[in-house]
Protein backbone atom coordinates (compact mmCIF):
# COMPACT_ATOMS: atom_id res chain seq x y z
CA UNK A 1 0.00 0.00 0.00
CA UNK A 2 1.20 3.60 -0.90
CA UNK A 3 1.37 5.75 2.19
CA UNK A 4 -1.12 8.77 2.61
CA UNK A 5 1.34 10.97 3.95
CA UNK A 6 3.82 10.44 0.73
CA UNK A 7 1.11 10.68 -1.25
CA UNK A 8 -0.01 14.04 0.48
CA UNK A 9 4.13 15.01 -0.51
CA UNK A 10 3.80 13.87 -3.94
CA UNK A 11 0.37 15.47 -4.53
CA UNK A 12 0.39 18.79 -6.51
CA UNK A 13 -1.94 22.09 -5.07
CA UNK A 14 -4.55 21.70 -7.08
CA UNK A 15 -6.90 19.17 -8.66
CA UNK A 16 -5.94 20.93 -12.15
CA UNK A 17 -2.70 20.02 -12.05
CA UNK A 18 -3.04 16.81 -10.25
CA UNK A 19 -4.85 15.15 -13.63
CA UNK A 20 -1.88 16.98 -15.71
CA UNK A 21 0.59 15.10 -13.53
CA UNK A 22 -1.99 11.95 -13.93
CA UNK A 23 -1.78 12.39 -17.63
CA UNK A 24 1.70 12.88 -18.27
CA UNK A 25 2.29 10.14 -15.91
CA UNK A 26 0.30 7.71 -16.74
CA UNK A 27 1.16 8.59 -20.67
CA UNK A 28 5.08 7.99 -20.21
CA UNK A 29 5.05 4.08 -20.38
CA UNK A 30 2.55 4.65 -23.55
CA UNK A 31 5.09 6.93 -25.15
CA UNK A 32 8.56 4.89 -23.98
CA UNK A 33 6.83 2.28 -25.41
CA UNK A 34 6.10 3.91 -29.00
CA UNK A 35 9.42 5.14 -28.46
CA UNK A 36 10.91 1.40 -27.95
CA UNK A 37 8.64 0.18 -31.38
CA UNK A 38 9.93 3.44 -33.39
CA UNK A 39 14.13 2.46 -32.54
CA UNK A 40 13.53 -1.09 -33.55
CA UNK A 41 11.42 -0.17 -36.66
CA UNK A 42 14.15 2.20 -37.57
CA UNK A 43 17.13 -0.42 -36.84
CA UNK A 44 14.98 -3.20 -39.26
CA UNK A 45 14.57 -0.38 -41.87
CA UNK A 46 18.35 0.62 -41.66
CA UNK A 47 19.59 -3.24 -41.67
CA UNK A 48 17.03 -3.92 -44.73
CA UNK A 49 18.47 -0.79 -46.68
CA UNK A 50 22.27 -1.83 -45.51
CA UNK A 51 21.26 -5.66 -46.40
CA UNK A 52 19.37 -4.46 -49.97
CA UNK A 53 22.63 -2.27 -50.58
CA UNK A 54 24.75 -4.76 -50.76
CA UNK A 55 22.63 -7.30 -52.28
CA UNK A 56 22.18 -4.98 -55.04
CA UNK A 57 25.65 -4.01 -55.12
CA UNK A 58 27.47 -7.77 -55.53
CA UNK A 59 24.66 -8.27 -58.20
CA UNK A 60 26.01 -5.23 -60.22
CA UNK A 61 28.99 -5.87 -59.41
CA UNK A 62 29.69 -9.63 -60.43
CA UNK A 63 27.47 -8.67 -63.48
CA UNK A 64 30.43 -5.55 -64.37
CA UNK A 65 32.73 -8.10 -63.98
CA UNK A 66 31.72 -10.70 -66.24
CA UNK A 67 30.87 -8.09 -68.94
CA UNK A 68 34.25 -6.57 -68.17
CA UNK A 69 36.36 -9.67 -68.70
CA UNK A 70 34.40 -10.37 -72.08
CA UNK A 71 35.76 -6.66 -73.36
CA UNK A 72 38.96 -7.40 -72.33
CA UNK A 73 39.54 -10.72 -73.61
CA UNK A 74 37.99 -9.86 -76.96
CA UNK A 75 40.04 -6.37 -76.85
CA UNK A 76 43.28 -8.20 -76.18
CA UNK A 77 42.48 -10.84 -79.05
CA UNK A 78 41.43 -8.44 -81.44
CA UNK A 79 45.09 -6.79 -80.29
CA UNK A 80 46.97 -9.39 -80.62
CA UNK A 81 46.42 -9.88 -84.18
CA UNK A 82 45.74 -6.28 -85.68
CA UNK A 83 48.57 -4.55 -82.85
CA UNK A 84 46.49 -1.42 -82.78
CA UNK A 85 47.31 0.83 -80.35
CA UNK A 86 43.44 1.94 -79.63
CA UNK A 87 42.98 -1.52 -79.02
CA UNK A 88 45.51 -2.22 -76.21
CA UNK A 89 44.10 1.56 -74.67
CA UNK A 90 40.58 0.35 -75.05
CA UNK A 91 41.52 -3.02 -72.90
CA UNK A 92 43.61 -1.40 -70.50
CA UNK A 93 40.23 1.19 -69.75
CA UNK A 94 38.33 -2.07 -69.34
CA UNK A 95 41.38 -3.41 -67.05
CA UNK A 96 40.37 0.08 -64.58
CA UNK A 97 37.33 -0.49 -64.53
CA UNK A 98 37.67 -4.20 -64.01
CA UNK A 99 39.65 -2.76 -61.08
CA UNK A 100 37.29 -0.15 -60.07
CA UNK A 101 34.34 -2.72 -59.56
CA UNK A 102 36.62 -5.16 -57.52
CA UNK A 103 37.57 -2.70 -54.83
CA UNK A 104 33.93 -1.51 -54.80
CA UNK A 105 32.89 -5.24 -53.81
CA UNK A 106 35.83 -5.71 -51.49
CA UNK A 107 34.38 -2.63 -49.76
CA UNK A 108 30.52 -4.52 -49.14
CA UNK A 109 32.49 -6.76 -46.54
CA UNK A 110 31.23 -9.96 -48.16
CA UNK A 111 32.86 -13.35 -47.08
CA UNK A 112 33.45 -16.66 -47.34
CA UNK A 113 33.51 -18.22 -50.95
CA UNK A 114 32.40 -14.96 -52.39
CA UNK A 115 35.62 -13.13 -51.25
CA UNK A 116 38.20 -15.99 -52.31
CA UNK A 117 36.41 -15.73 -55.67
CA UNK A 118 36.78 -12.42 -55.72
CA UNK A 119 40.93 -12.48 -54.71
CA UNK A 120 41.58 -15.08 -57.20
CA UNK A 121 40.11 -13.17 -60.05
CA UNK A 122 42.00 -10.04 -59.13
CA UNK A 123 45.06 -12.26 -58.27
CA UNK A 124 44.99 -13.60 -62.38
CA UNK A 125 44.25 -10.11 -63.60
CA UNK A 126 47.18 -8.84 -62.20
CA UNK A 127 49.23 -11.63 -63.92
CA UNK A 128 47.40 -10.51 -67.01
CA UNK A 129 48.25 -7.08 -66.53
CA UNK A 130 51.94 -8.19 -65.92
CA UNK A 131 52.40 -10.16 -68.97
CA UNK A 132 50.96 -7.15 -71.39
CA UNK A 133 52.84 -4.64 -69.69
CA UNK A 134 56.11 -6.41 -70.11
CA UNK A 135 55.00 -6.78 -73.53
CA UNK A 136 56.66 -10.63 -73.33
CA UNK A 137 56.33 -12.82 -76.02
CA UNK A 138 53.54 -14.09 -78.00
CA UNK A 139 53.16 -17.66 -76.28
CA UNK A 140 52.95 -15.72 -72.91
CA UNK A 141 50.02 -13.80 -74.20
CA UNK A 142 48.44 -16.40 -75.39
CA UNK A 143 48.71 -18.39 -72.30
CA UNK A 144 47.39 -15.47 -69.94
CA UNK A 145 44.53 -15.32 -72.84
CA UNK A 146 43.71 -18.70 -72.23
CA UNK A 147 43.22 -17.73 -68.11
CA UNK A 148 40.29 -15.66 -69.58
CA UNK A 149 38.28 -19.04 -69.16
CA UNK A 150 38.82 -19.73 -65.89
CA UNK A 151 38.71 -16.07 -64.82
CA UNK A 152 35.13 -16.25 -66.62
CA UNK A 153 34.03 -19.15 -64.74
CA UNK A 154 34.80 -17.51 -61.54
CA UNK A 155 33.22 -14.25 -62.39
CA UNK A 156 30.07 -16.05 -63.57
CA UNK A 157 30.23 -18.42 -59.78
CA UNK A 158 30.86 -15.21 -58.33
CA UNK A 159 27.59 -13.96 -59.75
CA UNK A 160 25.95 -17.23 -58.76
CA UNK A 161 26.65 -16.98 -55.28
CA UNK A 162 25.40 -12.77 -55.27
CA UNK A 163 21.83 -14.71 -55.44
CA UNK A 164 23.23 -16.78 -52.19
CA UNK A 165 24.10 -13.22 -50.53
CA UNK A 166 20.55 -12.23 -51.53
CA UNK A 167 18.90 -15.39 -49.45
CA UNK A 168 21.45 -14.66 -46.58
CA UNK A 169 20.35 -11.26 -46.62
CA UNK A 170 16.51 -12.15 -46.40
CA UNK A 171 17.47 -14.80 -43.98
CA UNK A 172 19.04 -12.22 -41.41
CA UNK A 173 16.51 -9.89 -42.18
CA UNK A 174 13.68 -12.39 -41.04
CA UNK A 175 15.90 -13.07 -37.61
CA UNK A 176 15.97 -9.60 -37.19
CA UNK A 177 12.23 -8.93 -38.00
CA UNK A 178 11.94 -11.74 -35.44
CA UNK A 179 13.98 -9.98 -32.85
CA UNK A 180 12.21 -6.50 -33.16
CA UNK A 181 8.84 -8.21 -32.90
CA UNK A 182 9.73 -10.43 -29.79
CA UNK A 183 11.38 -6.96 -28.09
CA UNK A 184 8.23 -4.74 -29.30
CA UNK A 185 5.87 -7.42 -27.60
CA UNK A 186 8.39 -7.66 -24.12
CA UNK A 187 8.39 -3.86 -23.97
CA UNK A 188 4.57 -3.42 -24.88
CA UNK A 189 3.95 -6.85 -22.35
CA UNK A 190 5.62 -4.28 -19.20
CA UNK A 191 4.80 -0.84 -20.39
CA UNK A 192 1.18 -0.89 -21.24
CA UNK A 193 0.25 -3.05 -18.04
CA UNK A 194 2.26 -0.38 -15.96
CA UNK A 195 0.23 2.57 -17.66
CA UNK A 196 -3.15 0.84 -17.02
CA UNK A 197 -2.04 0.32 -13.60
CA UNK A 198 -0.76 3.92 -13.60
CA UNK A 199 -4.41 5.18 -15.17
CA UNK A 200 -6.13 3.15 -12.08
CA UNK A 201 -4.06 4.04 -9.73
CA UNK A 202 -4.74 7.97 -10.63
CA UNK A 203 -8.35 7.63 -11.36
CA UNK A 204 -8.98 6.02 -7.69
CA UNK A 205 -6.54 9.20 -6.02
CA UNK A 206 -8.36 11.50 -7.92
CA UNK A 207 -11.52 10.46 -7.44
CA UNK A 208 -10.87 9.98 -3.51
CA UNK A 209 -11.10 13.34 -2.45
CA UNK A 210 -14.73 13.57 -4.82
CA UNK A 211 -16.27 10.65 -3.27
CA UNK A 212 -15.06 12.25 0.52
CA UNK A 213 -16.98 15.57 -0.50
CA UNK A 214 -19.86 13.27 -1.88
CA UNK A 215 -19.91 11.27 1.10
CA UNK A 216 -19.89 14.04 3.63
CA UNK A 217 -22.50 16.05 1.33
CA UNK A 218 -25.06 13.15 1.75
CA UNK A 219 -24.40 12.83 5.37
CA UNK A 220 -25.51 16.70 5.77
CA UNK A 221 -28.14 16.65 3.35
CA UNK A 222 -29.82 13.35 5.97
CA UNK A 223 -29.01 16.00 8.67
CA UNK A 224 -26.05 14.31 10.10
CA UNK A 225 -23.71 17.36 11.47
CA UNK A 226 -21.98 15.21 13.82
CA UNK A 227 -19.32 13.58 11.61
CA UNK A 228 -16.46 16.03 11.16
CA UNK A 229 -15.58 16.83 6.85
CA UNK A 230 -11.93 15.37 6.59
CA UNK A 231 -10.65 15.78 3.03
CA UNK A 232 -7.08 14.30 1.96
CA UNK A 233 -5.91 15.07 -1.51
CA UNK A 234 -5.06 18.46 -3.55
CA UNK A 235 -5.02 21.62 -1.26
CA UNK A 236 -7.71 23.40 -3.19
CA UNK A 237 -10.04 20.19 -2.56
CA UNK A 238 -8.38 20.23 1.46
CA UNK A 239 -10.10 24.19 1.10
CA UNK A 240 -13.30 23.22 0.01
CA UNK A 241 -13.38 20.65 2.64
CA UNK A 242 -12.37 22.75 5.40
CA UNK A 243 -15.07 25.19 4.25
CA UNK A 244 -17.83 22.70 4.42
CA UNK A 245 -16.75 21.94 7.58
CA UNK A 246 -17.35 25.04 8.40
CA UNK A 247 -20.50 24.63 7.12
CA UNK A 248 -21.49 21.78 8.96
CA UNK A 249 -20.47 23.85 11.78
CA UNK A 250 -22.89 26.79 11.31
CA UNK A 251 -25.33 24.09 10.37
CA UNK A 252 -25.20 22.18 14.17
CA UNK A 253 -25.26 25.98 15.44
CA UNK A 254 -28.04 26.72 13.53
CA UNK A 255 -30.07 23.30 14.43
CA UNK A 256 -29.28 23.98 18.22
CA UNK A 257 -30.60 27.90 17.91
CA UNK A 258 -33.42 26.56 16.26
CA UNK A 259 -34.43 23.94 19.04
CA UNK A 260 -33.56 26.56 21.76
CA UNK A 261 -35.95 29.32 20.17
CA UNK A 262 -38.70 26.30 19.87
CA UNK A 263 -38.60 25.48 23.38
CA UNK A 264 -38.46 29.10 24.72
CA UNK A 265 -41.17 29.95 22.25
CA UNK A 266 -43.47 27.12 23.35
CA UNK A 267 -42.88 27.73 27.06
CA UNK A 268 -43.59 31.79 26.94
CA UNK A 269 -46.57 30.27 25.00
CA UNK A 270 -47.55 27.68 27.64
CA UNK A 271 -47.81 30.28 30.44
CA UNK A 272 -50.15 32.49 29.20
CA UNK A 273 -52.32 29.31 27.48
CA UNK A 274 -52.48 28.02 31.19
CA UNK A 275 -54.02 31.07 32.51
CA UNK A 276 -56.34 31.18 30.01
CA UNK A 277 -57.26 27.74 30.75
CA UNK A 278 -57.43 28.37 34.53
CA UNK A 279 -59.45 31.31 34.31
CA UNK A 280 -62.36 29.49 31.29
CA UNK A 281 -62.24 26.61 33.55
CA UNK A 282 -63.38 29.18 36.65
CA UNK A 283 -66.01 30.53 34.25
CA UNK A 284 -67.64 27.27 33.20
CA UNK A 285 -67.74 26.29 36.74
CA UNK A 286 -68.95 30.02 37.94
CA UNK A 287 -66.81 30.49 40.45
CA UNK A 288 -66.69 34.19 39.89
CA UNK A 289 -70.48 34.64 39.03
CA UNK A 290 -73.09 33.10 37.25
CA UNK A 291 -73.17 32.88 33.16
CA UNK A 292 -75.94 32.69 30.92
CA UNK A 293 -76.35 30.59 27.80
CA UNK A 294 -74.13 32.99 25.13
CA UNK A 295 -71.30 33.06 28.30
CA UNK A 296 -71.27 29.27 28.65
CA UNK A 297 -70.74 28.89 24.99
CA UNK A 298 -68.04 31.35 24.29
CA UNK A 299 -66.32 30.17 27.40
CA UNK A 300 -66.22 26.76 26.18
CA UNK A 301 -65.37 27.79 22.61
CA UNK A 302 -62.26 29.78 24.66
CA UNK A 303 -61.37 26.28 26.35
CA UNK A 304 -61.42 24.35 22.72
CA UNK A 305 -59.26 26.49 21.11
CA UNK A 306 -56.89 26.55 23.81
CA UNK A 307 -56.58 22.91 23.96
CA UNK A 308 -56.40 22.83 20.23
CA UNK A 309 -53.51 25.67 20.60
CA UNK A 310 -51.60 23.26 23.69
CA UNK A 311 -51.76 19.83 21.25
CA UNK A 312 -50.40 22.00 18.56
CA UNK A 313 -47.25 23.65 20.84
CA UNK A 314 -46.64 19.91 22.09
CA UNK A 315 -46.64 18.93 18.50
CA UNK A 316 -43.98 21.15 17.41
CA UNK A 317 -42.13 20.49 20.36
CA UNK A 318 -42.32 16.58 19.78
CA UNK A 319 -41.32 17.08 16.23
CA UNK A 320 -38.97 19.64 16.83
CA UNK A 321 -37.21 16.30 19.06
CA UNK A 322 -37.93 13.63 16.56
CA UNK A 323 -36.26 16.20 13.82
CA UNK A 324 -33.50 16.33 15.89
CA UNK A 325 -33.00 12.74 16.14
CA UNK A 326 -33.68 11.60 12.57
CA UNK A 327 -30.09 11.16 11.33
CA UNK A 328 -29.28 9.02 14.66
CA UNK A 329 -29.71 5.13 13.73
CA UNK A 330 -29.85 2.85 16.39
CA UNK A 331 -29.40 -0.14 13.80
CA UNK A 332 -30.52 -3.64 14.76
CA UNK A 333 -32.14 -6.81 13.30
CA UNK A 334 -35.89 -6.27 13.18
CA UNK A 335 -38.45 -9.23 12.66
CA UNK A 336 -40.75 -7.17 10.65
CA UNK A 337 -44.10 -9.40 11.26
CA UNK A 338 -43.49 -9.52 14.90
CA UNK A 339 -43.04 -5.54 15.06
CA UNK A 340 -46.46 -5.54 12.72
CA UNK A 341 -48.26 -7.82 15.18
CA UNK A 342 -47.16 -5.84 18.33
CA UNK A 343 -48.78 -2.14 16.62
CA UNK A 344 -51.93 -4.04 15.83
CA UNK A 345 -52.60 -5.14 19.05
CA UNK A 346 -52.73 -1.14 19.96
CA UNK A 347 -55.45 -0.71 17.42
CA UNK A 348 -57.66 -3.45 18.29
CA UNK A 349 -60.26 -1.31 20.34
CA UNK A 350 -60.55 1.33 17.36
CA UNK A 351 -60.78 -1.67 14.98
CA UNK A 352 -63.65 -3.32 17.09
CA UNK A 353 -65.56 0.29 17.50
CA UNK A 354 -65.26 1.02 13.89
CA UNK A 355 -65.88 -2.68 12.96
CA UNK A 356 -62.89 -2.14 10.73
CA UNK A 357 -61.76 -5.67 8.83
CA UNK A 358 -57.84 -6.29 8.78
CA UNK A 359 -56.29 -8.27 6.03
CA UNK A 360 -52.82 -9.28 5.77
CA UNK A 361 -50.47 -10.83 3.84
CA UNK A 362 -47.45 -10.61 5.76
CA UNK A 363 -44.26 -12.32 4.18
CA UNK A 364 -41.64 -13.29 6.95
CA UNK A 365 -38.81 -11.00 6.52
CA UNK A 366 -36.15 -10.46 9.38
CA UNK A 367 -33.99 -7.24 8.30
CA UNK A 368 -31.65 -4.26 9.60
CA UNK A 369 -32.77 -1.03 10.90
CA UNK A 370 -33.66 1.42 13.66
CA UNK A 371 -36.49 -0.73 15.71
CA UNK A 372 -37.94 2.63 17.05
CA UNK A 373 -37.97 4.55 14.26
CA UNK A 374 -39.34 1.79 12.03
CA UNK A 375 -42.06 1.26 14.59
CA UNK A 376 -43.07 5.37 14.42
CA UNK A 377 -43.25 5.33 10.66
CA UNK A 378 -45.39 1.66 10.36
CA UNK A 379 -47.23 3.40 13.61
CA UNK A 380 -48.36 6.62 11.79
CA UNK A 381 -48.88 4.95 8.90
CA UNK A 382 -51.27 2.53 10.42
CA UNK A 383 -53.32 5.30 12.74
CA UNK A 384 -53.66 7.38 9.42
CA UNK A 385 -55.12 4.22 8.03
CA UNK A 386 -57.77 4.30 11.14
CA UNK A 387 -58.84 7.36 11.52
CA UNK A 388 -59.58 7.73 7.62
CA UNK A 389 -61.63 4.20 7.29
CA UNK A 390 -65.34 4.17 7.01
CA UNK A 391 -67.45 2.22 9.58
CA UNK A 392 -67.42 -1.57 8.80
CA UNK A 393 -64.33 -0.57 6.02
CA UNK A 394 -61.04 -2.98 5.55
CA UNK A 395 -57.03 -2.32 6.20
CA UNK A 396 -54.89 -4.18 4.26
CA UNK A 397 -51.35 -4.47 5.27
CA UNK A 398 -48.80 -6.44 3.00
CA UNK A 399 -45.35 -6.50 3.29
CA UNK A 400 -42.84 -9.25 0.43
CA UNK A 401 -39.14 -8.75 0.04
CA UNK A 402 -37.95 -7.04 -3.44
CA UNK A 403 -34.13 -8.26 -4.22
CA UNK A 404 -32.31 -6.06 -1.41
CA UNK A 405 -35.42 -4.08 -0.55
CA UNK A 406 -38.41 -4.39 2.19
CA UNK A 407 -42.13 -3.21 0.62
CA UNK A 408 -44.47 -2.62 3.12
CA UNK A 409 -47.66 -1.29 1.77
CA UNK A 410 -50.97 -0.31 4.30
CA UNK A 411 -54.37 0.35 2.39
CA UNK A 412 -57.92 1.58 3.31
CA UNK A 413 -61.00 2.71 2.14
CA UNK A 414 -61.14 6.32 3.64
CA UNK A 415 -61.61 8.89 0.77
CA UNK A 416 -58.58 8.82 -0.52
CA UNK A 417 -56.19 11.58 -1.25
CA UNK A 418 -56.78 14.22 -3.91
CA UNK A 419 -54.40 14.10 -7.07
CA UNK A 420 -53.24 17.85 -6.93
CA UNK A 421 -52.49 16.80 -2.46
CA UNK A 422 -50.83 13.53 -2.82
CA UNK A 423 -47.45 15.82 -3.41
CA UNK A 424 -47.93 17.88 -0.22
CA UNK A 425 -49.35 14.85 1.89
CA UNK A 426 -46.02 14.41 3.78
CA UNK A 427 -45.43 18.90 4.44
CA UNK A 428 -44.60 19.40 7.57
CA UNK A 429 -48.21 20.84 9.20
CA UNK A 430 -49.94 19.86 5.86
CA UNK A 431 -53.72 19.20 6.61
CA UNK A 432 -55.79 18.14 3.27
CA UNK A 433 -59.26 18.98 2.53
CA UNK A 434 -61.71 16.47 4.13
CA UNK A 435 -63.46 14.22 1.36
CA UNK A 436 -66.39 12.58 1.73
CA UNK A 437 -67.86 12.77 5.51
CA UNK A 438 -65.05 11.46 7.51
CA UNK A 439 -63.74 14.72 9.34
CA UNK A 440 -60.65 14.04 10.75
CA UNK A 441 -58.75 16.64 13.10
CA UNK A 442 -55.12 16.05 12.69
CA UNK A 443 -51.51 18.16 13.19
CA UNK A 444 -50.07 17.45 9.92
CA UNK A 445 -47.07 15.88 11.47
CA UNK A 446 -47.20 12.41 11.56
CA UNK A 447 -46.50 11.50 7.55
CA UNK A 448 -43.88 14.48 7.68
CA UNK A 449 -41.96 12.55 10.41
CA UNK A 450 -42.42 9.03 9.10
CA UNK A 451 -41.07 10.40 5.51
CA UNK A 452 -37.69 11.94 7.25
CA UNK A 453 -37.10 8.50 8.96
CA UNK A 454 -37.73 6.65 5.94
CA UNK A 455 -35.53 9.29 4.07
CA UNK A 456 -32.67 8.24 7.18
CA UNK A 457 -33.03 4.73 6.43
CA UNK A 458 -32.18 5.41 2.66
CA UNK A 459 -35.58 4.07 1.97
CA UNK A 460 -39.04 5.94 -0.24
CA UNK A 461 -42.34 6.62 1.25
CA UNK A 462 -45.08 7.59 -1.65
CA UNK A 463 -48.32 7.68 -2.01
CA UNK A 464 -49.68 5.42 -4.37
CA UNK A 465 -51.31 7.30 -7.47
CA UNK A 466 -53.13 4.15 -9.30
CA UNK A 467 -54.74 2.66 -5.65
CA UNK A 468 -58.73 4.50 -6.39
CA UNK A 469 -60.86 2.59 -3.63
CA UNK A 470 -58.83 4.70 -0.64
CA UNK A 471 -55.74 5.66 -0.15
CA UNK A 472 -52.64 3.37 -0.10
CA UNK A 473 -49.01 4.03 1.35
CA UNK A 474 -46.21 2.20 -0.08
CA UNK A 475 -43.22 2.02 2.07
CA UNK A 476 -39.63 0.71 0.41
CA UNK A 477 -36.81 -0.03 2.76
CA UNK A 478 -33.09 -1.23 2.07
CA UNK A 479 -32.09 -4.72 4.09
CA UNK A 480 -28.88 -2.95 5.56
CA UNK A 481 -29.33 0.82 5.28
CA UNK A 482 -26.62 2.51 3.65
Known amino acids: MINSGFLKKISPNSLARLVLVSFLLAGLPLILAIGSAVYSVDELAKLSQKAVYRAVKMTQGSRMLMENLTDMERSLRQYQILDDADLLNAFQDQQQLFLKTTEQLLTLKIEGESRRNLSELTELEKGLFEVIGSK????????????????????KELWLSSSELVNQEVSQLNRASTEVQKRILTHSSFLLPASILLVLFFTYWIARPI???????????KGNFTSEVSITGPQDLEQLGKRLDWLRLRLTKLEQDNQKFLQHVSHDLKTPLASINEGSGLLVDEVVGKLNGEQVEIVKIIQSSSG??????????????????????NIEQVDLVLLIKELIERYKIQFKSKGITLEKELEPIVFFADREKLETI???LLSNAVKYSPQDGQIMLMSEDQDDN?????????????????????????????LGDIQVQGSGVGLAIAKDYVEAHGGTLAVDPNYKDGARFSLLLPLEPS
Open 211 to 221: RQLDSSIKKMG
Open 308 to 329: HLNNLIEDILNYSYLNSQKSSL
Open 136 to 155: NSGEQVVIQLENFSVMNKIA
Open 378 to 380: IDN
Open 406 to 434: VLVEISDQGPGIAVEEQSQVFDLFFKGRS
